[in-house]
């Protein structure tokens, strides 16, 4: 299995996800590699009869309308040559899915840690921004390809957004900027959920950020009452059927319980969750998008 990091386990860039901290691994700490050249992306968007939804041009901070390359279901390889070569970021979303040497890359990591991981590979030319600040609501690896990246770090008071949660600016908003974050070529970033970035092309740049997913406490318990309903006909009851809101809470109350008493049996609690965790987080499971 791969080591990442070269003084380091697995395990501890695992537990440093879902932190509220970036955390920057040079070269030379990592035996991470992904070799994915221009010529490479060009050649899947020229052969790949590739739908729009997998991929994203955009100008200072700005994406196009995808009329702008595509005829609103595949994407137009000659009209995103224009707009690249006008200057255009480029943003792949599921890289693994065209590019080889990513797809090996994201079947390490989601052995490694177990759950789904998705590749979006970005573009840059120099001086250019693909999107105006705005968090992610799932970590992120961020592999440095080519070139380099000057990360801007926002202040933002709302923390760990979960999948369903993207970045709204009128809802979630952000403030200062606190940090800037200079990535280079053969850098390794893990860049937790939730904190509000801007990446600046410093030169061109091709960077893959690997999305990382990651159930929280409000999965597991929804997880575990599915799984409980499975057996026990009281969670399936359809509320409508009593005759006052009072019952309803009653039987709800009742049913904490029964929640209650499942994580309290050690031997049943803690299996159950061992379970939930092993199959429910391992291998291709549904997309997700970030920016
Ligand atoms: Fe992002």
Redesign the pocket.
Known sequence: MLQILTNHSNEYLFERRDGLLVTQFPAVEHNFHCDVGLEDVQFAVNNSRMLVANLSLASDGTPFEKSEYSDGTFVIPEKVDRLFQCGASVILRGAHRFLPGIRTRVNELRRIWMCDVQANLYVSHPNSIA?TP?F?PHDILIYQVSGSKNWKVYDCAFKRPENWDSFKVERHGYGDEIEEVLVDEGDLVLWPRGIV?QPVASSFSIHIAFGIKSPSYKDLMIELINLMALEDEDFRVNPRLQSSSAENVHAMLGLVEKLREVLNDQEIGTRLLDEMLAYDFQGDSSEFS??
């Open positions: 999107t705005h992610d970035h970030f920016r």
